[in-house]
């Protein structure tokens, strides 16, 4: 972890709180390049009623028309949620030099959970983890988030 880790994943949970205010799952992504912020996303599957609506495809595509390339080398992306598998082969795929995140993932995380893709060398291009940034605040987004869809169910039962 370096110093700019937090402040970034702060930003990251910015985005994720306009997922939440959506009510959407609250994961945040980040995008940084030579020191600064060039993409920002969050999830938007059910608003925008599509499968790939993550915080990090969104980000990513954001990224790649910034630098004007679809490789992202130099770049660390930082996201509130452990990727899923999608995700991390687009991070992969992206040829993103380090991935930061938050919280853990047991149901679909790729990043150590489940498996983890980054730790397989025999892929073209390697990526640097750092888990558990900020892990408290975002696992508590996340907790929140969940007890309150789970408080509506049971109103509307």
């Not at 149901?107 to 150590?112: E, F, I, R």
Request: proline share 3%; charged share 25%.
């Amino acid at each position: 972890m370096n110093n700019n880790d937090m402040a970034y994943m702060q930003a990251a949970i910015r985005q994720a709180k306009k997922a939440f205010a959506l009510n959407e799952t609250p994961i945040g992504c980040v995008i940084v390049y030579e020191g600064r912020v060039i993409a920002k996303g969050y999830n938007r599957r059910i608003t925008d009623k599509s499968t790939i609506a993550h915080a990090e495809i969104s980000a990513i595509k954001k990224a790649c028309a910034k630098l004007g390339d679809w490789r992202l080398e130099g770049c660390t992306i930082y996201v509130t949620l452990e990727p899923c598998p999608m995700c991390a082969g687009a991070i992969l795929q992206a040829r993103i030099d380090r991935l930061v995140y938050g919280a853990s993932s047991p149901k679909a995380g790729c990043a150590g959970s489940i498996t983890d893709i980054f730790a397989i060398k025999d892929f073209n291009h390697n990526v640097e983890v750092s888990r558990g940034v900020m892990e408290e605040e975002c696992s508590a987004m996340m907790s929140s988030f969940f007890k309150k869809l789970r408080e509506a169910d049971k109103k509307e039962e």
